[in-house]
């Protein structure tokens, strides 16, 4: 399904209707993760673009062709807005991902099953064994971002340096493929490039389109690049970072504006790049005012968690808490369950074997990843909805905010101050730190007995705070600006 040429263009994938007046401007967007892929970082310009729509903005997108992913959710295509055309490339392979499988084997005493042919590796493209927390935070499959950057004179360290490389290349392969055809799609209606990631590469793969077509780049960071606390251990090596600070400083010189969705991400990139702090704002995910499917609500006070499960998305802890609050109340299956959809990484334990050490077992279930569709019944069915706990403290899981939207009370596992307490401040979402069980179990007590009392939990977000609306608004109110100064120039 990936791009085709034609005798002038290239092929769409996919492409929407164009409306009666057909978008005399156009944006070209670089994402990797868009529908119908299942990843969730596409959701962001999924429904960014329907403003964009309205704002008289048709969109082109590059994107991972659906060919080659493991997991699509056609349904999300029939979400897009009219005028729109999806370009795929094949999506990038992490290379040498077997032998990082053998390393963490030998240097961490896992017993892991072979890594599936074609498959990519979870969050930031690294690898991530067992939940258990590592000393100082994090996990077993991740490092501190300064411990990273230390050169040692080991055969780990150097195998780590090669994984490295290897990645980049397969991400560089990616960016050229992108860049090429992106610059082939390019004509006079064409005013902004944008790029969302991660992955990253995508904003070097839209920098250069930018630069080719002299048109201003937007760098969309759903998440920090370099700026991360932590990094995958199979590229947490100096080699890596050498290498994509390279990258990230060119486009951050180039970039006409920069988009982070915290404002914690924000005050961090004006900090690592003051002279361009001017261009840089924030504007969060949000969430959406869309029909939530008519589910009953399960009879059981029902916990429940959607979204990938890796190094730093542990439920251990989740589990443990849990075991408390049923021993201390005396609840039983009928009564309280636990549920989590979505991926676990190859080198995780599986949710039910972390459910049996825990003592949870009879209460846990797990769903493999599906439709998006799925997932909201199961968010739509459940009495508390459980953000788990990710190291990026600067960024915002962009669950919070479609959780936010149903009804149903919500527990962020996050320090006090990360983005995530700040951006739940003054609502009725719990806040606790991930590895305070005391803390987790008080909660789920708390609101286990306000359940058996008749009492049922409405939207955090039912006053509209979190409006992915409002947000796309102020995003397109930067773009109409700068694509104003860039014609006027």
Known sequence: MSAARSDDAPVPFHHTAEPPSPFARRILLVSPHFPPSTTVGGLRWQKMSQVAAEWGWGTDVVCNDPATLDDTDVARLRDLPPGMRLFGVPHSRAVGLRALDALLRVTRGLRVPARPRGRAVGAAAGAMPDGARAPGGGTP????????????????????????????????RWASTATALGSRLLDARHHVVVSSGPPHFAHVAARRIARRARLPHVVDMRDPWLLGERVAVG???????????????????DAALIVCNTELAARAM????????????????GSDAEDRPSVARDPRFLVAYTGAIYFDRDPRLLFRASAQVIAELGLTPAEFGLELMGPVDVLSP???????????????????????????????????????????ETAV??????????????????RRDSATALVLEGSSADVVAPDDVAGIAQVIRRHVLQYRNGERPVAVGADGRFSRRRQAVTLLEHVDRLTAISRES
């Open 350 to 392: 599986p949710v039910v074997a972390l459910a049996q050490q825990e003592g949870v077992e009879p209460f846990v279930r797990y769903h493999p990843p599906g439709p998006r569709s799925a997932a909201a019944r199961l968010l739509a069915s459940a009495s508390l909805l459980v953000s788990l706990p990710q190291d990026t």
């Open 141 to 172: 499959g991740s490092v501190a971002r300064d411990e990273a950057r230390r050169l040692r004179l080991s055969s780990r360290e150097l195998f780590r340096n090669v994984t490295s490389l290897q990645w980049i290349g397969g991400e560089l």
């Open 397 to 414: 899981p962009s669950k919070v905010f479609e959780y936010a939207t149903y009804d149903a009370w919500l527990l962020a596992l996050a």
């Open 270 to 285: 004006r900090a690592a790049y003051p002279r361009r702090a001017d261009r840089i704002v924030t504007v969060m995910n």
């Open 235 to 253: 590229l947490a090596s100096p080699t890596y970072f050498r290498v994509t600070e390279q990258f990230e400083r060119r486009v951050m010189d």
